[in-house]
């Protein structure tokens, strides 16, 4: 069984992880890229610190579950008696006086299920990444830890004395425990928690309702949806790639990155998926998050950014975290801020240029955005056959990367587009005369007679997973040979049993034992469109039973043991599965 049998719990505000026992083992606070309060994650042999847990005596069994289609879990603890309790968790998420209320809070509603269950409430959170404690002061219905930079507060109707000391105690009623900032309640607890969760169960029920969802695996879709609803930063409409840092790609392979910001590349992705299923109030935050990050540009574009718009990015080892099972180190920040990937140019036009389109938006594009999307345009004109690190981030090699180059020509094809949907018609022959050009160079550099394929870089021999995008991004038809003879060469190259490699070559840390999870999504994707579908439905049910009992995914994938690694739950890996599903369901029209 993977350790990475997780639950997220969270609201747009802020994120955890809940381990099948109901504990609550990595949260940042009061945001995500915050000093993680709650890191037992990454430091698993720190006995009981780092955790908000509810402990039953004598446990032999537990159970997890979604409450339907929300972001609500329950967790059903036993013990060796047959006394049972439930806990309910949620992040408060609904709209209040016609704003969405998602306040920094965890809200905990326990009752016992059967008989006396006997239980233990540890709250031992810590701070300063690990190697601080908080100071804990009481009140008589609450407890305060203070931090350097955060003090939460934690209402409860649990007697004070038995939380603070973690005293064990018979759970003959309902009890609450809100974790929160340091606020009285405005009213009382159990009528406050029972009222959120309500409310935040109408939310989530009735988001899920408008998704336009496939007819088939719709549970599966509805559960990556929301994943992906709960890894965007509201605040500023940031998307981040993963709630962890420093799950290791690979077990002992250093490979150790922190993914809790807002990579552009991977937030196309997520915005893609969920504009699939009709979510457009991401597209329309995260096109803010855009809109501000352009006009404030000041040369070339990073790959990633801070979700406040932060460019400095950092990346340190912090020494107080043994890291997760061990395996250190453990990162904060991320060296990425610094790269040069140019197929970022493309993913902000991509993300941008259903706005211009979509009559269902509040704030269509229009020239504004696209006169800001022109800037982005010329970068991608002027990079398209420069070195770069590529979408893998490479920190020691780089090349003119096939899929970057790609990318800079997506930029000019959708700005041409763009630009003959506002009737800029000098504009939109200019870019298309851009697009072609790039499009010829990169027929020519990328493809090896070789090799039968296009490869990862102009002139290389190495092949790429990324190539199997090239017609989903419209660059070419299905049917082209090259493309069929592409998907071929990977397939023969960089399968693993049923799982597909992101590359096979040596790169800073050796070659790589994990396969990356999205790379399959978009192999099996590719084999519907060259009209093997049948083999791309058996091995898209063959991933969907890699998910953890949650219907939840990791960044990669171990093709022996088929556990989960990496970064977790990663928005590329979810956004593969909606991708996927949305390509090869029957049609609700043919199904009855």
């Not at 049923?498 to 978009?522: K, S």
Request: charged share 25%.
């Amino acid at each position: 069984m993977s350790n990475l049998n997780l639950a997220i719990v969270g609201n747009g505000t802020w994120g955890g992880l809940l381990d099948a026992e109901g504990r609550l083992v990595w949260a940042c606070l009061p945001r995500f890229d915050s000093d993680p309060i709650f890191p037992a994650l990454l430091d698993a042999d720190a006995a009981e610190e780092g955790v908000f847990a509810i402990e039953l005596d004598r446990m032999v069994h537990s159970e997890q579950r979604y409450d339907g289609n929300t972001a609500i879990v329950v967790t059903v603890l036993e013990d060796d008696a047959g006394n049972a309790l439930e806990i309910r968790d949620f992040a408060p998420r609904f709209v209040n006086f016609r704003r969405m209320f998602r306040p920094t809070s965890l809200i905990r509603r326990l009752r016992p299920v059967r008989g006396a269950p006997r239980i233990r409430i540890v709250v031992r959170p810590r701070c300063s990444y690990g190697s601080g404690r908080p100071e804990l002061t009481r009140g008589s219905n609450h407890l305060r830890f203070v931090m350097p930079e955060l003090t939460l507060r934690l209402t409860t109707d649990a007697p004070i004395a038995y939380v603070a000391e973690s005293v064990p105690f018979v759970l003959e009623r309902p009890l609450h425990l809100m974790l929160g900032p340091d606020e009285s309640l405005s009213g009382p607890l159990e009528a406050t928690a029972r009222d959120f969760y309500d409310r935040t169960y109408e939310y989530w029920t009735e988001w899920s309702r408008t998704l336009s969802i496939p007819f088939e695996w719709q549970d599966a879709v509805i559960r990556a949806a929301i994943t992906l609803k709960l890894c965007s930063f509201e605040e500023s409409g940031a998307v981040i790639a993963a709630l962890t840092t420093s799950v290791p790609e690979a077990a002992d392979s250093g490979r150790n990155w922190d993914y809790r910001y807002c990579w552009l590349r991977d937030a196309y992705f997520v915005i893609h998926a969920l504009n699939r299923l009709g979510a457009t109030n991401t597209l329309e935050g995260y096109l803010g998050y855009l809109t501000n990050l352009v006009a404030g540009l000041d040369g070339a574009l990073q790959p990633v950014y801070g979700i406040a718009l932060e460019e400095q990015l950092t990346e340190r080892v912090v020494d107080g975290l043994a890291g997760y099972r061990g395996m250190g180190p453990v990162r904060a920040g991320n060296q990425a801020f610094e790269h040069v990937q140019n197929d970022v140019y493309g993913s902000v036009v991509l993300a941008a240029a259903q706005a211009f389109f979509d009559r269902r938006l509040r704030n269509p594009g229009g020239s504004v955005l696209y006169e800001r999307l022109v800037r982005i345009g010329e970068a991608a004109v002027a990079r398209w056959d420069q070195p770069d690190a590529g979408l893998w981030e490479l920190r020691t090699q780089s090349a003119v990367h096939t899929y970057s180059s790609v990318l800079c020509w997506a930029a000019c094809d959708r700005l041409a587009k763009i630009a003959t949907r506002l009737a800029r018609r000098t504009d939109a022959a200019a870019w298309v005369r851009h697009a072609e050009t790039i499009r010829g160079g990169i027929l020519d550099a990328a493809w090896s007679e070789k090799r039968s394929a296009y490869t990862a870089a102009f002139g290389g021999e190495e092949l790429d997973a990324s190539m199997l995008l090239l017609h989903e991004l419209g660059f070419l038809e299905a049917e082209h040979p090259r493309f069929v003879a592409t998907v071929r060469a990977i397939e023969e190259e960089l399968r693993r049993g049923n799982l597909i490699f992101r590359y096979a070559n040596e790169d800073d840390f050796g070659r790589p034992a994990n396969a990356f999870t999205v790379c399959t999504f978009w192999y099996i994707d590719a084999l519907a469109a060259v009209g093997r579908e049948g083999e791309a439905r058996e091995l898209f049910q063959e991933m969907l039973g890699r998910r953890n009992p949650l219907g939840l995914l990791s960044e990669d994938i171990d093709p022996r043991s088929g556990e989960l690694w990496g970064n977790f739950p990663q928005t590329y890996s979810m956004v593969g599965l909606i991708n996927s599903a949305m390509r090869l369901s029957i049609p609700w029209e043919s199904a009855f």
